[in-house]
């Protein structure tokens, strides 16, 4: 059955437009988890625009022992002040899952996946280090990304599809159904090269179920904005047990 991993971002996006601890990452987080989501996400930015490397330690201290967590990050970006790089971050908190993304300050959010011809090489030595803390690994890619046996060649464990130009077609039609051959054929292919797959990116409970109906094997979705927006009017336990009966439905 398809994981849901709950991404908290958004939490600390509103705590931090005001300071101080208010609406708190980890009350978030505890609640998803009662609710039954299977683990916690987080993308910890350079700039910590949201989740800050002190929410990263307390976040694993509580998912410890009752689900899985997923730190999400750029391999190649820097330490900085506040932000001590993605590799120091995994050898503290020893997540179960890291997801790589090509990211960097200026995107509002993750828009695009890595391309295996150009990035797997420069991907390697981050994917063994991330291995060698026993981390599981996954990629971001896009539905259309070839040469996925070249993840799976570098170690990666799995990929992770983003669906944000799958959520935008559904929108525009309700069926979005090129887009779901797209994805189908593109989890097929990472299936075939020994890789699972991840999706996510703008899922949510209307889009959700076409996806996972229509796209074999999809192992864990990561959802955070929907997620909370839908929250604000329906609470966060009605919200993540929504989702857990789409996830049901569509198996």
């Known amino acids: 059955m398809t994981m849901l991993s709950v991404n908290v971002n958004k939490v600390a996006v509103l705590r931090n437009s005001r300071g101080g601890r208010e609406p708190s990452v980890l009350a978030a987080a505890d609640a998803a988890l009662r609710a039954g989501a299977a683990g916690i996400t987080v993308h910890p930015r350079p700039d910590a625009r949201h989740i800050r490397a002190d929410d990263v330690h307390g ?4 998912v410890r022992g009752r689900g899985e967590f997923n730190i999400e990050g ?7 002040d ?4 993605l590799l120091a971050l995994v050898e503290a908190t020893r997540p ?12 509002l959010t993750s828009d695009h996946g890595f391309d295996p011809a150009r990035d797997a090489a420069a991907l390697r030595p981050h994917v063994a280090a991330l291995k060698a803390c026993g981390a599981r690994v996954s990629l971001f890619v896009d539905a259309d990304a070839t040469g996925l046996e070249r993840l799976a060649d570098l170690g990666a464990d799995r990929i992770e599809l983003y669906t944000g130009p799958y959520a935008e077609a559904f929108a525009a039609d309700g069926v979005a159904s090129a887009d779901l051959a797209r994805y189908a054929a593109a989890a097929r292919a990472a299936q075939a090269a020994g890789l699972a797959v991840n999706a996510g990116h703008d899922l949510s409970q209307a889009n959700l179920g076409a996806f996972l109906r229509a796209v074999p094997g ?6 955070g904005h929907a997620l909370f927006s839908e929250a604000l009017y329906a609470g966060l336990d009605a919200t993540v047990r929504g989702y857990l009966a789409v996830i049901a439905a569509a198996r």
């Open 59 to 62: 976040l694993a201290e509580l």
């Open 82 to 85: 506040g932000y001590p790089g």
């Open 218 to 223: 999809v192992a864990e979705v990561s959802i």
């Open 74 to 80: 750029n391999p190649f970006a820097p330490p900085r």
């Open 96 to 107: 179960q899952q890291v997801t790589l993304v090509p990211d960097g300050d200026g995107q």
